[in-house]
């Protein structure tokens, strides 16, 4: 089992910034994927930067130069810089765990972002 705990989030004005961070414990082992999803209200979720152990990164095409996602192996926390944020960036925000050939990954409970003037 993997636990995830989520911190930062909250109300910005356009063009503002935030930090979202990502605490993992339990039974971490490498290679694994971290990385941050979104839901917006009515909409699916979708991935919005994920990052490998071995700190490969992949961006969403609509957060790229914007957002950078980091991460502490030691530590096991991952951390997603926003930066720029707009209006279409209201949503919760999921950190999420993956190892490949687990039976399944994990997710945080979810922290809210508004971007709203």
């Known amino acids: 089992q993997v636990q995830l705990v989520e911190s930062g989030g909250g109300l910005v004005q356009p063009g503002g910034s935030l930090r979202l961070s990502c605490a993992a414990s339990g039974r971490i082992f490498r290679p694994n994927t971290m990385g941050w999803y979104r839901q917006a209200a009515g909409k699916q979720r979708e991935v919005v930067a994920a990052m490998s152990s071995g700190g490969s990164t992949n961006y969403a095409d609509s957060v790229k130069g914007r957002f950078t996602i980091s991460r502490d192996n030691a530590k096991n926390t991952v951390s997603l810089q926003m930066n720029s944020l707009k209006p279409e960036d209201t949503a919760d925000y999921y950190c999420?765990?993956?190892?490949?050939?687990?039976?399944?990954?994990?997710w945080g409970q979810g922290t809210q972002v508004t971007v709203s003037s």
């Open positions: 999420n765990f993956w190892r490949p050939g687990a039976p399944k990954d994990y």
